[in-house]
């Protein structure tokens, strides 16, 4: 495919957003409040106590609002724009998404892609202003910066294809709004979004191990705050890796099933 | 409200409760993800109260106290007047100009656009939570903090129901400012469920007078276990958070009534 077209595809929803001022407004202006009421919160939690859970102050304040940075990368609101596939399949408007010279799951790549360029720039941002006013610790070393920004592509991936799995099951159920916000919540408990992993009981520490999720948020903010040391990052970013290649196969072979799934209206 | 009024509420409710048991599978998980979102707030309070110790000056059983009135609110909030969160969605679909064209008010017709399953899940964990709560408290339960508490809750659910009715009437004149309700939700989720205290002062006073959060739990919690003092505004007005509750909502009312007078739709 030219990349004009792939440029035409992935740009829809960054331009969406930029079309939309007051969204954009509303979300500078959440990312701000929400860095400081996290800051503000983990800062006041750590006031009595010392290291907890294998993490100082520093850390924890740096993962949590990394965490908070890192959850604009995929945090746009297709809603609005009537994009999303659990509402093309509620409409009945997936259909076209086959009727197109552009295959579906290539289509729905790019939009992904030029999402998570978006959010990026936005993470970016929120990222040096951050560390230019103290929020943050700096990485500990261009080593770890580098193996940071390794896994953390490694992780944007994964949580592409999590997220790709979320979509793909509106195929198969009619009303499934209950189930998709059932696995959000565990993409974000099971990440370390609400918060780090470490703090849990070693029972679910080991459970999350089996499971995609931490390989999205966890393991790259644990290797930024030195939670992993460098020493165990090769083996991290391999599970990490092995989750791309069977979660890009497991949703190859669902996109095929899909497919046979899909009717016009009426049938 | 009318008896003949009451009457086709309970209709449509009963009506709205039959269409969401048409997909049985659906309908129980509608009640697991509110169960589910609840259990969340349990989840990250537990780890916090089980890692730190206390928080703020506050021990262990004071602290539930304040996510168990939240999300007791919450839950009557989901279940009457919850519908307010989808008005946005409601406003962009163009379905308030249907609803303008109907004999019944508007707002209550955007109450009553579809059963709440999930309510049933957030009171059910709500009212564990408050369960545990209070049987770990070593507070005396006299009549007179029953009925604080009771009207605290009351108070909590309005004071919620006045904030997502303020960003419904904007959303009247900016479809966009359904965002922001989103992140109202967000952030009464997060911030709702601890005491403010442990926030930095500035923090703390937008979480006060900015925003409204404080008055849904915290202060209510603060009043009844005796921590009514330390949280940095006169102890009257944080006693008074129910009646704020309910003056909130009275006033949203208002606006929300002027909004839609001066709602032109799309097309002008």
């Known amino acids: ?267 | 409200m009318s008896l003949r009024a009451l009457r086709i509420v309970w209709r449509v409710t009963a009506l709205n409760f039959r269409a969401q048991m048409e997909y049985r599978t659906e309908f129980l998980l509608m009640i697991a993800i509110g169960a589910i979102w609840q259990v969340s707030v349990i989840v990250f309070a537990t780890v916090l109260l089980s890692r730190f110790a206390g928080m703020g000056g506050w021990d262990s059983s004071d602290v539930l106290l304040i996510p168990a009135t939240r999300m007791l609110a919450h839950g009557l909030f989901v279940l009457f007047l919850g519908r307010m969160h989808w008005a946005g969605r409601q406003i962009q679909e163009g379905r308030i100009d249907i609803y303008l064209m109907r004999p019944m008010p508007v707002h209550r017709q955007i109450q009553l656009a579809f059963f709440p399953t999930n309510a049933i899940g957030d009171l059910t964990v709500a009212a564990g939570l408050m369960v545990g709560a209070l049987s770990r408290s070593d507070l005396d339960w006299t009549a007179g903090r029953i009925s604080y508490l009771v009207a605290a809750v009351l108070g909590g659910m309005l004071l919620e129901a006045a904030l997502f009715t303020l960003v419904a009437s904007a959303g009247l004149r900016f479809p966009a400012a359904d965002y922001w309700g989103r992140w109202l939700e967000e952030l009464l989720g997060t911030f709702g469920s601890y005491p403010l205290n442990v926030l930095p002062r500035a923090v703390g006073g937008f979480l006060t007078y900015g925003l409204p959060l404080a008055f849904v739990a915290y202060f209510p919690a603060a009043v009844l276990t005796g921590h009514g003092h330390t949280t940095g505004v006169p102890y009257w007005l944080a006693a008074s958070a129910p009646l704020l509750g309910l003056l909130a909502y009275l006033g949203a009312r208002l606006v929300w009534r002027w909004s839609l007078r001066h709602y032109t739709g799309i097309n002008g």
């Open chain 1, 1 to 267: 495919m030219a990349a004009p077209h792939a440029w035409r595809a992935a740009r829809v929803t960054p331009l969406g957003e930029l079309n939309a001022p007051p969204r954009m407004t509303a979300v500078a202006l959440r990312l701000a409040v929400q860095v400081v009421l996290v800051w503000s919160l983990w800062r006041g939690l750590y006031a009595q106590t010392g290291t907890t859970a294998g993490l100082s102050r520093d850390q924890a304040v740096t993962y949590a609002v990394l965490a908070v940075l890192a959850s604009r990368l995929r945090e746009l609101d297709q809603y609005a724009g009537r994009d999303t596939v659990l509402q093309h399949m509620h409409f009945g408007t997936i259909v076209y998404w086959y009727l197109r010279p552009l295959p579906p799951q290539r289509y729905y790549a790019l939009r992904a892609a030029g999402e998570q360029l978006y959010g990026l720039a936005w993470a970016l941002t929120g990222y040096v202003i951050c560390l230019a006013a103290g929020v943050v610790e700096p990485p500990g070393s261009a080593a770890v910066a580098g193996v940071f920004a390794l896994s953390t592509l490694l992780g944007q991936w994964v949580l592409y294809y999590v997220m790709l799995v979320l979509d793909q099951l509106c195929f198969w159920t009619i009303r499934n709004t209950a189930a998709m916000l059932i696995l959000l919540f565990a993409q974000n408990l099971l990440s370390g979004v609400y918060a780090p992993l470490w703090f849990f009981p070693d029972w679910f520490v080991t459970m999350s191990a089996f499971l995609p999720f931490q390989a999205t948020l966890s393991v790259p903010l644990s290797l930024y705050v030195g939670r992993i040391p460098l020493s165990d990052a090769a083996f991290q970013l391999s599970v990490q890796a092995a989750w791309v290649v069977v979660l890009a196969l497991f949703t190859r072979l669902l996109w095929r099933r899909a497919a046979r799934r899909v009717i016009s209206q009426g049938g």
